[in-house]
């Protein structure tokens, strides 16, 4: 079961769409599971949030063995800079974990035209797909077309798609077989 | 029977040392993290002893960390099997710099990159799994990778995420981040990259020799069988051209070109039993002849003669002079020259019949110019092909 968990308001039709596309593609029951606060301790100096602390702190949900969680927030994240850098946070997951977090602040601005809104629609909706494949063992892909290709690729195309490629989706489905439940 | 030998031990002795292996079992300590290769990152929970098949062992036991699985390795096996320290601080960096450096030279020959690639995994150090990632991806960027390359990148990829991760001493999902973020820099990041470090040595592998077939053919005592592999009666230009192409074929591809080599070659050149050459000299019956001319080019392949035709066709004291006759044979030029000679009356035996290669071989040669052509290459198969055709004539009658 993934269960998606709203840091703000969000729009109804959005988590339905996510929702949906997230139970085509994992073949996982998903659902709303409420909203919770931005956990304040995740907080850093630049108003932007630790992705990691704010999965620690972020109050809980009740889930049962195998459940995925998926926190959204359109609050900045960011991570601990590497050997080269800060890579760029659009989301984070404890890779074979629990939970995981999406960020809305770098997509492009949702508008209000049909177009526009169903293009960001899919873009959440990708990145969701991302974070919960991390969730279930899946590695960044070098596809640009599959939605574990790293959000930050020059090569991802402006709009992409949300599916995972057939090599991720025979593995996570694999990893999904072989859960607990 | 003994099998063949462990994947650990066959190249150990050629394979470079990579910096942190651990070549004395002694050096471990409970709670140490050492990086099985091929396996991931463990950490030793002890020494124990066990007795297995009758031998009393001492087996260091780890855990590896991503998953809890118990990995056992005898004491004296620890140096041969690659275990090393987990990257330092150092080593990782250089990793880094390795996988944000310009690359656009990946190996396009799988077998040679499939077989380097097993081997970085094994012996390479962390360094070796950042090159077939790297590697991989590189290749990826010019065609999708195969099903089984596909693998063993996300295999790499898993390996180098999770030492990276311990490592730096961050998540695994975050260290992936790291190394996408310098395998695929977003749009108009620079980094300042140091030299990367030196890539893993490999070892050299020698190159398997196809065995000459006339040795072959002895080892296999064809001769004894009164079965002719057909190798000697080559022409001694074509003979010389295929010595002469045996190093190039060599020189390309080690494993391909060899089973090429031996794909064209030997395999066809074991005879069917009605494809034995025969000498030209033997007379051939006249509607033999006629018959053959009449007779489509089958595809099919003749079933093998009776015994006492095959006595017939070759017995053990005629088998070597039959020879020179089937070399001469063998020459294009000279085939139209000898179709006359095909026409010598047959004594109506069966094996007669077949007795006759040479000439119908020659009758066919034009109704079947590609036949020629390769004939003309000096190519084995085109030899034995052309010796298949009289027999098939023969062998509907």
């Not at chain 1, 269960?3 to 998903?30: C, H, K, M, N, P």
């Not at chain 2, 799988?110 to 790297?134: P, S, T």
């Not at chain 2, 109704?367 to 003309?376: C, I, V």
Request: net charge negative; proline share 11%.
């Amino acid at each position: 079961m993934i269960r998606i968990v709203t840091l703000e308001r969000f729009d109804e039709g959005d988590i339905a769409f996510l929702s949906r596309t997230l139970f085509q593609s994992f073949g996982l029951g998903t659902e709303h599971a409420g909203q919770r606060q931005l956990p304040v301790e995740a907080e850093r100096g630049d108003g932007r949030y630790d992705a990691l602390a704010l999965l620690d702190e972020v109050e809980p949900v009740r889930t049962f063995a195998d459940d995925k969680v998926l926190y959204l927030t359109s609050a900045e994240l960011s991570v601990q800079p590497g050997p080269l850098g800060e890579p760029p946070c659009w989301s984070y997951a404890q890779y074979g974990g629990e939970k995981a977090v999406v960020s809305l602040s770098r997509f492009p601005a949702r508008g209000v035209s049909e177009t526009s809104i169903e293009t960001w629609r899919k873009r959440l909706a990708r990145e969701a797909i991302h974070a919960v494949g991390h969730l279930w063992d899946l590695h960044h892909c070098y596809d640009a077309r599959c939605a574990m290709h790293p959000p930050w690729s020059p090569s991802l195309p402006a709009a992409p798609e949300a599916e995972l490629c057939s090599f991720d989706r025979e593995k996570s489905e694999r990893k999904i077989r072989l859960a607990k439940t | 029977m003994k099998g063949p030998p462990g994947r650990h031990e066959e190249p150990k002795e050629q394979l470079p040392a990579v910096e942190g292996v651990i070549a004395d079992a002694g050096d471990l300590a409970p709670g140490d993290r050492v990086v099985y290769p091929n396996q991931g990152v463990c950490r030793i929970t002890g020494v124990e002893v066990k007795e297995i098949a009758g031998q009393r062992l001492e087996l260091v036991r780890m855990e590896r960390e991503e998953d809890g699985a118990a990995v056992l390795v005898p004491k004296g096996k620890v140096p041969a099997i690659g275990l090393r320290k987990v990257a330092t601080g150092d080593q990782i960096e250089g990793v880094f710099h390795y996988l944000a450096a310009q690359y656009d030279d990946p190996e396009l020959d799988w077998k040679v990159r499939h077989r380097d690639n097993a081997d970085r995994l094994i012996a390479g150090g962390v360094l070796g799994v950042a090159e077939v990632v790297k590697g991989l991806h590189a290749l990826s960027r010019i065609r999708p990778l195969p099903t089984k390359e596909r693998e063993q990148y996300d295999n790499a990829r898993h390996l180098l995420v999770h030492e990276v991760a311990v490592s730096l001493g961050v998540p695994p999902a975050l260290a992936e981040d790291y190394v996408d973020y310098a395998l695929m820099p977003p749009a108009g990041v620079t980094f300042k990259l140091k030299p990367p470090p030196k890539p893993v040595e490999l070892p050299v592998r020698p190159r398997r020799r196809p065995a000459p077939a006339a040795e072959s053919e002895d080892e296999l005592g064809l001769d004894e069988l009164g079965l002719d592999l057909g190798v000697e009666a080559l022409p001694e230009g074509a003979a010389d051209s295929e010595e002469g192409a045996e190093p190039a074929a060599e020189g390309a591809v080690a494993d391909g070109a060899a089973t090429e080599v031996e794909g064209e070659g030997l395999a066809p050149e074991v005879p069917a039993p009605d494809e034995l050459p025969l000498p030209e000299e033997l007379p051939l019956p006249e509607e033999e002849e006629v018959e053959e001319e009449e007779e489509p080019p089958r595809i099919r392949r003749a079933a093998p003669p009776a015994p006492r035709a095959r006595e017939a066709r070759k017995p053990p004291g005629e088998a070597k002079p039959e020879k020179p006759g089937l070399r001469r044979g063998r020459f294009p030029a000279e085939a139209p020259a000898k179709k006359p000679a095909a026409k010598a009356p047959a004594a109506g035996a069966k094996a007669g019949a077949r007795a006759a290669p040479a000439p119908g071989k020659k009758a066919a040669a034009p109704a079947r110019p590609e036949r020629g052509a390769r004939e003309a290459k000096g190519t084995k198969t085109s030899k034995s092909g052309a010796a298949k055709k009289p027999s098939r004539g023969s062998k509907k009658k």
